[in-house]
């Protein structure tokens, strides 16, 4: 008789059943699953283990004395990059899909963890392990709301696949870095995108309609470096609504409470990381954060025109000034908001600065939100590279 493994006898939750996390839970879809069993020490928001999974998985965590790795974590490069040849109907040109499609294609994983569309909804997540180039394509663009992508790792092991790329973002990749050994793979690579205030559908629903000209028509959208967001419609039009015209007073409380309590923006835990924050407007940044990380970037780069990343401007008197109009629920009116933007875009920070506004803004935010609702969790939620890096700024009680 074939004895079980410890999580083969755990019992999953049904979807959509209250988690141990409660409502920190980020639904991530490990709970989803039998490997429920590991969940105290898997999930970020019951046990905050980044610097000993960054040890696990780089053989060392960053260095908090060296500028770029205390915000952006461990790496052995950084670059801003674009496809040549972009794929059509990407969110940017096509960088992930691309390193996916190769990695399959080349025989160096036997599937891709990623997340498709409902049939039903354009931004309702589906997680699917792909097997081919088509049904890699059919994941392209991002879904900004929670995605169980972990869900599917009962099936991989009952698959037999041995070789395995997982594309997620840090909440869903922390947990699978914690169950990483259970999974009974020779390989795992683990290409991860940057993330920040996710929503359920509902609360995707609602920033739309506050948000957006035409709600309904909005294939995608992102917070790009020009302090604006831009929101592609059906159409191809493309929709641009300035960070200071959001109407922060009805939106303060559209974020799932993971993504305010969350410090892995960067995607810490990946062995490569692709996403836009810290390269020039029209721009990927391109994080390599180990020698598996270089592997999967290798296969790419004739594909690619690349440049060294860049920085210019100073973010911290805006970031400082942006934590109590946020705290107020501070809403300008629109021409004010797009006299700031056009101003800011052209004195204000650029390329890393400007990936480090943005983490300083955000990490600032959901300090401030752990401390007020969640106190006996701070000392040991917050990591310590947060706390260096919020402990610039001066926050309100």
Not at 255 to 264: I, R, V
Not at 339 to 355: T, W
């Amino acid at each position: 008789m074939t004895s079980l493994t410890p999580h083969q006898k755990a019992k999953a939750l049904k979807p959509g059943s209250r988690r141990p996390a409660k409502e920190l839970c980020s639904e991530c879809g490990l709970c989803d699953t039998y490997y429920i069993h590991y969940v105290k020490e898997a999930c970020a928001f019951i046990t905050q283990q980044i610097d000993t999974l960054e040890k696990q998985t780089h053989t060392r965590s960053r260095d908090l004395d060296n500028p770029d790795e205390l915000y952006f974590g461990v790496h052995q490069d950084m670059i801003a990059a674009r496809k040549q040849q972009p794929i059509a109907g990407a969110q940017w040109t096509g960088i992930v899909s691309s390193i996916a499609i190769e990695m399959l294609n080349r025989g160096l994983v036997e599937g891709v963890v990623c997340v498709q569309n409902s049939k039903e909804d354009r931004f309702q997540p589906m997680p699917v392990i792909a097997r081919t180039a088509e049904e890699i394509l059919a994941a392209r663009v991002n879904k900004p709301t929670l995605s169980p992508n972990l869900s599917v790792l009962e099936q991989i092991e009952k698959s037999g696949m041995k070789r395995l790329l997982v594309i997620g973002v840090g909440c869903q990749i922390q947990a699978l870095r914690a169950v990483e050994k259970q999974l009974g793979l020779e390989k795992l690579y683990v290409l991860g995108t940057p993330c920040v205030d996710n929503v359920t559908r509902a609360g995707l629903q609602k920033f739309l309609e506050t948000t957006s000209r035409s709600p309904d028509t909005v294939v995608h959208y992102e917070f790009m470096q020009d302090f604006r967001i831009h929101f592609k419609h059906e159409d191809g039009s493309i929709e641009k609504v300035p960070f200071f015209g959001l109407k922060t007073n009805q939106l303060k409380n559209v974020f799932a409470p993971s993504c305010m309590s969350c410090f892995d923006y960067v995607n810490s835990l990946a062995d490569l990381v692709v996403g836009y924050m810290g390269a020039p407007f029209g721009w990927q940044w391109i994080v390599v954060r180990n020698d598996t990380g270089k592997e999967m970037l290798d296969l790419v780069k004739d594909q690619l025109d690349t440049q060294p990343v860049m920085s210019q401007g100073n973010r911290q008197e805006a970031v400082q000034q942006g934590i109590p109009a946020y705290d107020k629920g501070v809403t300008l009116p629109m021409w004010v908001a797009k006299i700031m933007g056009v101003v800011i875009d052209k004195i204000g920070p650029k390329g890393l600065e400007y990936a480090r506004f943005s983490i300083d803004s955000h990490f600032t935010r959901n300090y401030l939100y752990v401390k007020r609702n969640y106190s006996e969790k701070l000392a040991d939620h917050v990591p310590e590279f947060a706390k260096r890096i919020v402990g610039q700024y001066k926050l309100p009680d």
